[in-house]
């Protein structure tokens, strides 16, 4: 349960990263006290920011350079990849074509998913059929390589997505009469477990709500990585764990980018509260149950326009 938290802590997770491999790790009380951290973290806002992640500082910021570089190509160049249902949701979208809450988001994206063979998730998975355009988009983000740590049996074989947005700044002489909060993306949740955000430095956008409805904002802080707990984590752990409302803010000049990885459960994956968690609340079930890969599609398909699905 979110609680009225007016700040999100920064967890140093080195500890977990040096000892991860060492058979006594669940004794060791810098470990431990990580752990305790995140757990609160989890529970309080469900947001929190990491440094010691290991990821350098320099690749962080070039994912974000290659980002701002494939944004400022003219309109005709970045349509080469343009999205659609027949590419299985993959590339890029042009600004105000993403939607939450039936508004259109004034950001430009592109999306990346897992690749798997056609037919692999039966007619469920066929919306999201396709390849990613990696050649041109992220050569270098490194991303996949991180993308593979998360595959294989140790993982469950997860679904992932990335997706690299950009918010074009804005000022009174672009928009006269501007609104204060002019929506870079409405307020939403993630879907699957865990998101990474690599976000610009300098420029405050994202925002988080708190239990009296207050925004927070999560303000850059250099060489961290944002994290937040998603939609199925917060069933998996009965409500325990926040998938916590956000959204993202634009008042700066400014153009601004940030990179976010979904880490996602399995795509055919049943998700139901946890016994060892329903077992903290006398036995009660507090979220119902969601099949990963339907609250997907689902929520695909809820993000563009009919002229999109049209198209498949
Ligand atoms: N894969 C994830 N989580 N993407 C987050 C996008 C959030 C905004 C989207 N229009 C929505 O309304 O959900
Ligand atoms: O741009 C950001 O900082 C966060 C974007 C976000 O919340 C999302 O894409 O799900
Ligand atoms: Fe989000």
């Known amino acids: 349960m979110a609680t009225d938290f007016k700040s999100i ?4 997770i080195s500890p ?12 060791d ?15 309080e806002s469900g947001f ?11 690749l962080l910021k070039e994912v974000r350079d290659m980002a701002h570089k494939f944004f400022d ?23 105000g074509e993403n939607l939450t809450q039936g508004r259109p988001d004034m950001q430009e994206a592109i999306d990346c998913y897992r690749e798997f063979k056609p037919g692999r998730y039966g007619a469920l998975g066929k919306a999201l059929e396709g390849s990613n355009k990696w050649y041109i988009i992220i050569k270098a ?21 990335t997706r690299i947005v950009g918010y074009p700044g804005i000022s009174d002489s ?22 990474l955000v690599n976000q610009d430095d300098e420029i405050p956008a994202l925002q988080v709500r708190n239990r009296s409805g207050e925004w927070i904002w999560a303000v850059p802080i250099p060489g961290t990585l944002v994290c937040n707990i998603c939609d199925m984590l917060k069933i998996w752990s009965n409500g325990l764990y926040e998938s916590t409302l956000h959204r993202v803010i634009t008042n700066s000049p400014k153009y601004r980018v940030s990179v976010t990885f979904f880490y996602e459960p399995n795509f055919n994956a049943v998700i139901e509260p946890l016994e060892f968690c329903k077992q903290k609340v006398d036995g009660i079930k507090k979220c ?23 198209n498949k």
């Not at 929190?48 to 320099?58: E, I, L, M, R, T």
């Not at 003219?74 to 600004?95: L, V």
């Not at 672009?174 to 998101?195: F, Q, R, S």
């Open 141 to 161: 983000l490194s991303l996949k390589t991180l993308c593979g740590e998360f595959e294989g049996l140790r993982a469950g074989d997860p679904f992932w997505i």
């Open 16 to 27: 977990l990263l040096c000892k991860c491999n060492d058979p006594k790790v669940v004794e």
């Open 48 to 58: 929190f920011y990491v440094k010691g992640h290991g990821v350098p500082d320099s």
């Open 73 to 95: 190509l003219p309109y005709d160049e970045k349509i080469k990849i343009k999205m659609s249902a027949a590419t299985g949701f993959r590339g890029y979208q042009g600004i």
């Open 9 to 12: 802590p920064i967890i140093d």
């Open 174 to 195: 672009i928009v006269p009469g501007l609104p204060e909060n002019y929506i870079g993306c409405g307020a939403h949740t993630d879907y699957g477990l865990l998101t």
């Open 288 to 310: 119902e149950r969601a099949v990963y890969g339907e609250y997907l599609v689902r929520k695909v398909y809820g993000n563009f326009g009919i002229e999109y699905l049209m």
């Open 29 to 43: 009380s810098e470990v431990s006290e990580v752990v305790k951290q995140l757990l609160l973290a989890c529970k």
